[in-house]
């Protein structure tokens, strides 16, 4: 009986066409661990693609996913949709009549094919139409939870899906398990980390340096920089051997997180002066005004680095909500602290670190973004918007008991 790891690679060996998925929260794990087995299944000679929804700028306190992992190997490779999935054949039956030439017209809405015979007559007997199978035979998903987290590329082509075969790999526990054969590891940090221990078991040599780069990525990310509490000794075992493998660990760093500036840690430390927290610090926020924005000269993409903070020093919180003040003209902010008229709202960023719908905690606020990082804004000043946002979550998570 063949094992898991002998399965997938004998679906991969006999598959002519493959399509690599990921979720489009373009999750660093999500998209570091599909470039890699990209790379790896190029190298194995086949002919593969990967496809993910295009990702949403959120908030332009988060940069986009663009943005962040742009350096990873193959990343221009990554498509937005999948294109020609099948193709209309029209036939033409020619056992009476030999063809000479061809030749097509674009009339309005009508594309008219002129078929001129060599000798005889084409009567509407001898035409047919089919569709052609599927572009792909394999389908591979990456750190996938369900296919509709997939987003359009699952939703535009669902018969796809269904008649395909596909391969799952993922690690966690709320996987559905949708695919053919479904490789979910719970103990495992990270989808990166299972990927290693698969094409070790078909051959470590052809882990090049590009591939254990984007494992290693994907690590890396899952782990805050190995900041979690989650880490395990086959984690960083894994790590270990990537790094002698030949990842680039400091270009990885460097890049995912970088050394925070001035202006980043003087915004740190305000946030950090005005850091509240209720429900055994599970839940934890912190306003900024828009004067702290002017005095430390950050900006609002510099909340992302806060963000990360956060999370990996407080690692009980489960809720993270940072509320900051926008005007619309900002010099006169900066001389009457927001007064005389000028209009003033408040942006709200809620940020889910455990398995909680962010979206769902502020629906009643009309909210957009994701399930781990949803977005508001209040047309009041911070102080009656921090009363509001804090209270309605405080009372969602009373009610989920976490």
Partial sequence: ??????????????????????????????????????????????????????????SAAMPTAQKIFSFLPSFHEIKNSVENLRKFIISLDITNAKVIQVKYKLEENSLNFIVSPKEGFFTPDDISSSSSGFKYDLIITLDSPDLESLGKIYDNDTEFFY???????????????????????????????????????????????????????????????????NITPQTLLITSQLISLGARREEIINKLYRSRNLNVLKLWGRVLARLSSATENKLVWSTLSHTDFLKTEAKEEDLNDVIEELIVNIPEARIIVLLYEKFGNEKNAETDNGQNNLKCKTNVLVFSVKNINALELVKELNPHGTRRLAELSIEKASAFAETQVIDLIKGKLEKLAI
């Avoid at 489009?24 to 570091?32: N, P």
């Avoid at 086949?46 to 295009?54: D, P, R, S, T």
């Avoid at 993922?170 to 054969?181: A, C, L, P, T, Y």
């Fill in 1 to 58: 009986m063949l094992t898991q790891e002998q399965q997938i690679f004998e679906q991969i060996k006999k598959a002519q066409n493959i399509l690599i998925n990921f979720p489009k929260s373009w999750h660093g794990d999500s998209v570091a661990s599909s470039l890699a087995i990209f790379l790896f299944l190029k190298k194995m000679g086949k002919n593969v693609e990967i496809a993910a929804e295009e990702p949403e700028q959120i």
């Fill in 163 to 229: 008649k395909t075969t596909i391969i799952n790999i993922d690690h966690h526990s709320d996987n559905e398990e949708f695919g053919q054969i479904n490789c979910v590891n719970l103990n495992a940090v990270a989808t990166a980390e299972i990927l290693f221990s698969l094409f070790e078991s078909y051959s470590r040599d052809m882990i090049d340096e590009d591939i254990a780069t984007c494992l290693l990525a994907g690590i890396i990310a899952k782990t805050k920089s190995f900041k979690t509490s």
